[in-house]
C-alpha cells in the first residue's frame, strides 16, 4: 500500500498551493547615493534563489572510506539576472556605472574601496496575492559581468541585458537564524570552549574528575 494517495496531493495543493516561478521581485540596494535601482529592479525578468554546496573529503576508517563535511560555499560567484532593457538604456548604463565609477577606474584600473562597490541584493517570492512569501539576500554584492547584449533586425523582442554578480555570502530566515544562535557545530564548539572557563569546572564535569 501507497505511503501517500493522490488525494493527499489533491488535498495538500488545494489548502497551501505551489510557489510559481513567475511570482517573484528583487530589490537592489544600490552603493554610494544612487536612486536608480528601483527602476531596475522593476525591469528584472529572470533571477535565481541561491544555493549551498558542502565541500567534503574522503576520509580512511579502517577499510571503510567515508565522507565528512569539512566546509560551505555559497555559490558566491555566479549569481546571474536578467533585465529587459528600456529604450534609454538605462539598465546597462545602470551596471556600467556601477562596475566603471564605483569598483574600478576603467583607465588607471585603480580599485576603489570594498564598502564602496558592495550592496546587497534582495530576492523575494510571492503569492498570488502579491504577499511575499519568501526572502533571500545576497550580501555585498557587486556586478562582475555584463554579458553581450545581442540586438537584431531578424527580431522585434525587447532587449535583454544579464548581469552576473558575485557576493560574500547569502541569508535568509533560515540561515539567519543560525548566523544569530550559532547553532550545530559551531554552538558545540563554543560549548566545548566554554567547559574551560571557571577552572575548568565544566570540562572536569564532563570526564567525572573529582
Not at 102 to 119: C, H, L, M, R
Request: net charge negative; hydrophobic share 35%; proline share 3%.
Amino acid at each position: 500500500m501507497a505511503n501517500f494517495q493522490l488525494n493527499d496531493f489533491i488535498t495538500k495543493i488545494r489548502e497551501e498551493d505551489l510557489a510559481r516561478s513567475s511570482r517573484f521581485e528583487v530589490v537592489f540596494s544600490t552603493p554610494g547615493k544612487s536612486n536608480k535601482g528601483r527602476g531596475v529592479s522593476l525591469l528584472c525578468e529572470e533571477a535565481a534563489i541561491p544555493g549551498l554546496i558542502s565541500s567534503f573529503v574522503p576520509t580512511k576508517i579502517g577499510n571503510w572510506t567515508e565522507y565528512r563535511i569539512h566546509g560551505l560555499e555559497f555559490f558566491g560567484d555566479n549569481a546571474t539576472f536578467t533585465f529587459y532593457c528600456d529604450t534609454e538604456w538605462g539598465v546597462r548604463e545602470y551596471f556600467e556605472d556601477w562596475i566603471a565609477n564605483a569598483q574600478i577606474d576603467p583607465i588607471s584600473k585603480e580599485v576603489g574601496f570594498y564598502d564602496d562597490y558592495t550592496a546587497d541584493i534582495e530576492i523575494y517570492t510571492l503569492d498570488r496575492g502579491d504577499n511575499r512569501t519568501g526572502k533571500w539576500c545576497l550580501r555585498d554584492a557587486f556586478p562582475r559581468l555584463i554579458n553581450l547584449t545581442p540586438v537584431s533586425q531578424a527580431s522585434d523582442a525587447p532587449a535583454r541585458a544579464t548581469i552576473t554578480f558575485a557576493y560574500k555570502y547569502w541569508t535568509s530566515d533560515t540561515i539567519e537564524e543560525g548566523f544569530r544562535g550559532g547553532g550545530g557545530s559551531l554552538g558545540n564548539i563554543k560549548r566545548f570552549i566554554n567547559m574551560f572557563k571557571n577552572d575548568g569546572k565544566g570540562f572536569k564535569d564532563l570526564l567525572n574528575i573529582d
